[in-house]
């Protein structure tokens, strides 16, 4: 676009800050995060792009940590960064106000530079709202961030409808700003599309409306372009494929696809931390649990800087070393993490106790730590970050109830029942010999609650027999053991008056024999149970994460053509 206001000059600043941001990001990924900061800080009083690559570290800074003040340095970058966009702006008067109103802007209005500083500014309204939508899963939260952000929504797809018009003009430097405009487009239709039918009709009455299919084509041809943004479009890629289908969805993020995006990055960067990372993570969804492991170990040791980078990779091991039972190595990874990050202390400590639980008689506890002492100061650990408090928090608070009485229940297997929490039985599945072993945890701790059965004071008996009936479900399902699988998911639901405080047990087990049914061709009668789960049950624990599920299980069900 031409039409600068400072002849020549604009553009080759534009140009020049794109390379220097560019240089700055190429530091960064081979893990030269405070001299990348240092580079960026510089400028970034006077240069758009500057601080918003100075912002987005930051933003990932604090995604990683939840620390407070993390939190509030990034948020105040971005107040700075939307005054510097400001700047770029043409003025107008109220001249053109009025015929804004009446005929929308005309190209001849903008220079170069002002569709880049517009771009940038809401680049900054929707990574905010990421943050915030990670930190909360609440629905009400999503409807009111939703709003918050419509302008930049609109915004981005008027700047999509610009550079499609006839008489646009590129500039030398528009690939960066297509770049912008593919990740704005991509991330808030594949965000809108993921979200329950009765928040997205509450969403499409104020003017949203998500297409997963478009959002991931903008991201895809975002992240396969040469432009500024194409290692976010990448990155938001693998955080969907790898991450956000399986906490946010049944487990049906398209590993191959993760696996091309990655590997042009791990070949460039091969020490670089954040692809170490997502290597890591494609090994654990594709079953490869040594490899995982092998891969996050890897991404501890390349750089000793940040060590946020490190906490990602603990929490991960953990899981890791649940899946293949080696519980003191679990536990060592949840203690790092109670000890060294702030996310959410309530979850670690409940982790550690969860493990020390499933210690044997004659195993020796780590510096003689009690797993009834753990489990009764998780309430007392619950925080709220940026005012919000975190769902498995309040998860990990109601089943520590058991023990605040003076003769405490135990919990009966409760690191297998938080790993169904994130799905982690969808990885589990994918490794055989790991789920037989599983399977066989899960029908020992079926065979202690028989025990229990006479003794009248266990008030959560119950509870924990539909427990294990819903996990024994989901081994014999990747076990291909269908009918039992079945059979199991049916108990809970015979049972659900019997249930007395696991209420999230009913409708889990109503979603996971639906997509046992869509597994073999029961199509109608799975949409029923789905239905069923979504609109009969409420207020039970992580609500909002199991409506997602719901919501991707009716997407999969309703593209299954009738008579398939």
Not at 42 to 55: E, F, Q
Not at 145 to 160: A, C
Not at 415 to 427: K, Q, S, T
């Amino acid at each position: 676009m031409s039409r600068d206001t400072g002849g020549g000059q604009v553009n080759s600043d534009l140009k020049s800050s794109l390379s220097e941001c560019m240089t700055a990001l190429d530091m960064f990924l081979n893990n030269k995060f405070q001299e990348a900061l240092a580079f960026l800080q510089a400028k970034s009083k006077d240069s758009m792009y500057h601080i918003l690559t100075y912002a987005t570290i930051l933003e990932m800074q604090a995604m990683m940590t939840f620390d407070p003040q993390d939190i509030v340095n990034a948020k105040n970058i971005m107040k700075e960064a939307q005054a510097v966009c400001q700047r770029f702006r043409k003025k107008s008067t109220v001249a053109d106000s009025l015929s804004n109103l009446v005929h929308g802007q005309s190209l001849d209005q903008f220079t170069e530079v002002f569709p880049y500083s517009w771009n940038v500014a809401y680049c900054f309204k929707l990574s905010k709202n990421c943050r915030t939508r990670r930190m909360d899963e609440n629905m009400v939260s999503f409807i009111k961030g939703g709003i918050k952000v419509r302008n930049s929504y609109q915004t981005y797809k008027e700047l999509d409808s610009l550079q499609k018009c006839a008489n646009y003009i590129t500039g030398e430097s528009h690939c960066h700003f297509e770049g912008g405009v593919k990740l704005g487009v991509g991330a808030f239709n594949l965000t809108l599309s993921m979200l329950p039918t009765r928040i997205l009709r509450l969403l499409e009455f104020v003017g949203f409306s998500g297409n997963k299919d478009y959002g991931l084509s903008q991201l895809q041809e975002g992240a396969a372009g040469h432009s500024f943004r194409a290692l976010l479009c990448t990155l938001l890629l693998l955080c969907y494929h790898t991450f956000l289908s399986f906490v946010l969805g049944t487990g049906k993020g398209n590993v191959e696809e993760a696996e091309k995006l990655l590997e042009p990055y791990l070949k460039r960067y091969p020490k670089g931390v954040i692809f170490l990372f997502f290597a890591g993570r494609i090994e654990e969804i594709k079953g490869n649990i040594d490899l995982a492991i092998q891969r996050f170990e890897e991404c501890c040791e390349a750089q000793q800087t940040w060590k946020q980078f490190h906490h990602m990779c603990y929490w991960q091991l953990m899981w890791c070393f649940t899946y293949k039972q080696q519980w003191k190595m679990a536990y060592f990874y949840a203690d790092l993490l109670s000890k060294e990050n702030s996310w959410s202390k309530a979850t670690y400590v409940y982790m550690k106790a969860a493990y020390l639980s499933m210690f044997e008689e004659d195993d020796t506890k780590p510096f003689g730590e009690d797993e009834v002492k753990l489990f009764r100061q998780v309430p007392s650990l619950k925080v709220k970050i940026a005012g919000k408090s975190l769902p498995t928090e309040k998860f990990t608070i109601r089943k520590t109830r058991r023990y605040q009485a003076q003769n405490p229940v135990s919990l009966s297997i409760p690191p297998l029942e938080m790993m169904y929490i994130w799905n982690g039985y969808a990885v589990l599945g994918k490794q055989r010999v790991l789920t037989e072993k599983m399977l066989l945890t899960l029908s020992k701790a079926e065979e202690n609650l028989k025990g229990q059965e006479r003794a009248s004071e266990n008030d959560f008996l119950r509870d924990d027999q539909c427990l294990i009936k819903l996990l024994k479900g989901l081994c014999f399902k990747y076990l291909d053991r269908i009918e039992e699988a079945e059979d199991c998911f049916k108990y809970i639901h015979e049972n659900e008056k019997k249930i007395k405080y696991d209420e999230y047990l009913i409708p889990n087990a109503l979603l996971e024999l639906a997509l046992l049914y869509l597994q073999t061709d029961r199509r109608e009668e799975a949409i029923k149970l789905l239905e069923n789960a979504k609109h009969n049950y409420k207020n039970y624990s992580m609500e909002s994460r199991t409506h997602f599920r719901i919501q991707d299980a009716l997407l999969q069900a309703k593209s299954i053509p009738n008579g398939c």
